[in-house]
Nanobody, 126 residues
């Protein structure tokens, strides 16, 4: 089992920044590709960003490209999501997730992930 705990959410004005962190425990962190997803009220969970086991490959949904950056620290068992130039449409519960994949693979499909955190709320006001 992999346990994931997100932190760093909160209320921010449009144009502001937040940095989300996800702490992993239970298994060897570097064995897992990681992803961030979000879910707004009344909507399905959607892909935001993903990073490979090595950290060398990343992917983003189009709406956050150039504003968000995913990173990982395999020594500290953490994955982070730096969110800049936030917009009200970025509001939602943000989840990190883990899946065992090849070293350079990024995974963008929510259903492919095996482990999920409880989520952290991000609210962006006008």
């Amino acid at each position: 089992q992999v346990q994931l705990v997100e932190s760093g959410g909160g209320l921010v004005q449009a144009g502001g920044s937040l940095r989300l962190s996800c702490a992993a425990s239970g298994r060897t962190f570097s064995n897992y590709a990681m992803g961030w997803f979000r879910q707004a009220p009344g909507k399905e969970r959607e892909f935001v960003a993903a990073i490979s086991r090595s950290g060398g490959r990343t992917d983003y949904t189009d709406s956050v490209k150039g504003r968000f950056a995913i990173s990982r620290d395999n020594a500290k068992n953490t994955v982070n999501l730096q969110m800049n130039s936030l917009k009200p449409d970025d509001t939602g519960v943000y989840y990190c997730a883990a899946v065992s994949r090849g070293y350079t693979v990024v995974v963008v499909t929510p259903g492919a992930y095996d482990y999920w955190g409880q989520g952290t709320q991000v609210t962006v006001s006008l």
